[in-house]
């Protein structure tokens, strides 16, 4: 008993188990089998290696140009479809099993889509149509190797002329945009001002960064690409560099609304071993510390150009200040090409009594300090001698015996002073 032939079955006849003709065509369920009788889809094929499983061709025998499905690849691991040529099949694109890689023009992809090409010639093309032409018109772009400037290239095809925007040179790894010769790792060449923007986000913002070329130099900015602040400025005619300017008239020139212009840091975090430059208008300072917590070393005061050491409010040309309790504030001059010492001191004295505020000449020798003049805020002066009690004190060596020396107020005349 089997059921009623149906009319495209006339050439079939039932096994028992499907609809079958002489040529291996199984009809089961309402679906296609060749080269198996339980098909599992609508249409199933199966075939043995390397055999076709679908033809198309325009006449009784292939001509170069048609195509035909087969199973394809090393040991037949995927189907493939080729195309006949004059000297065989030559499979366009290949499916890999257990992998599910793609290959164009190779039966051995090495990845999930992967190309290959003994020429010149595009890729991959991207073409969207908009008013009836292709104004949106991208390819990716192979020059083989042994053309000049091989490599991979995407190309913009909307205005009819290809242009490259991105190009991978094979030899060197060298990128460049908007050229097919990179001469560096990244060689960019733009008719444009903007050559980097760098966008923090969907939409441009104040934190965004560019980078700019032209005839005047490079610079490096911040802000939106309509409105934006130079940070730093390499003019190309003298090599100077601006940092806040575009015109910098030096070597180096800062501009800057903060007062601390430069911070040079050693380690990971600011010490108090940090020094800094200050700027603003009151002068120009050389300070120690952290950026917070800044202690001036040395200031130039703007409008007189006196100098502060250890002060901001100079005023003399050279005015150095400290708090030296016990000691002296004040300078050393030493002539590294004198062997008699090593060198004078002079300053103002922190002390006890009456020498508290005197100003000394000390002499540095090979054993330690001699103070040689002192002037007390009285008015008496010793040479030799630390506390002076005339208005000028003369001390002898110890080899002789002491003998002070007293000049009379008006006259000149120094005389010996009565014990």
Known sequence: MFPMEPRWARSLHWNGNAWVSDSGLYVSNKRFGIGINTPEAPLSVVAG????????????????????????????????????TDTGNESRL????????????????????????????????????ENGAYNIDWAMRFIAPGAP??????????????????????????????????????????????????????????????????????????????????????????????????????????????????????????AQDNFGFTSNSAGFGIQQGTPSSLTSRMFIQGTTGFVGIGTITPEQKLHIEDASP???????????????????????????????????ILEETGTGLLERITVLPSGHVGVNEPVPDTKLHVSRSVSDPSTAINLMEGTGIMTPLDP
Do not use: C
């Open 94 to 129: 290949f499916i890999e099993g257990g992998t599910g890689s793609v290959g164009i023009g190779t039966t051995a992809p090495q990845a999930p889509l992967a190309v290959t090409s003994s020429s010149s010639g595009d890729v991959i093309r991207f073409k969207a149509p």
């Open 149 to 270: 400037n091989s490599g991979l290239g995407i190309t913009d095809e909307s205005s009819g002329a290809s242009q490259t925007r991105l190009f991978i040179a094979d030899t060197t790894g060298n990128v460049g945009i908007g050229t097919t010769d990179p001469d560096a790792a990244l060689t960019i060449r733009s008719g444009n001002e903007l050559k980097q923007h760098f966008q923090n986000g969907d939409v441009p913002t104040s934190s965004d960064f560019w980078n700019t070329i032209d005839s005047y130099g490079m610079n490096t900015g911040q802000g939106s690409p309509d409105s934006a602040h130079i940070h730093l400025t390499l003019q190309s005619s003298t090599g100077h560099l601006g940092v806040g300017t575009n015109d910098p008239p030096a070597p180096l020139a800062i501009k800057s609304r903060e007062v601390l212009k430069t911070y040079f840091e050693t380690g990971d975090i600011p």
């Open 326 to 360: 016990g000691g002296l504030t004040g300078l050393k001059i030493l002539n590294t090409a004198s062997v008699g010492n090593q060198g004078w001191r002079m300053g103002h004295l922190q002390d006890t009594g009456e020498r508290d505020g005197a100003f000394s």
């Open 49 to 84: 290696a390397n055999l076709a499983v679908f033809n198309a061709k325009r006449a009784a025998n292939f001509d170069p140009g048609e195509f035909e499905i087969a199973f394809d690849g090393p040991d037949s691991t995927g189907l493939s479809i080729d195309e006949v």
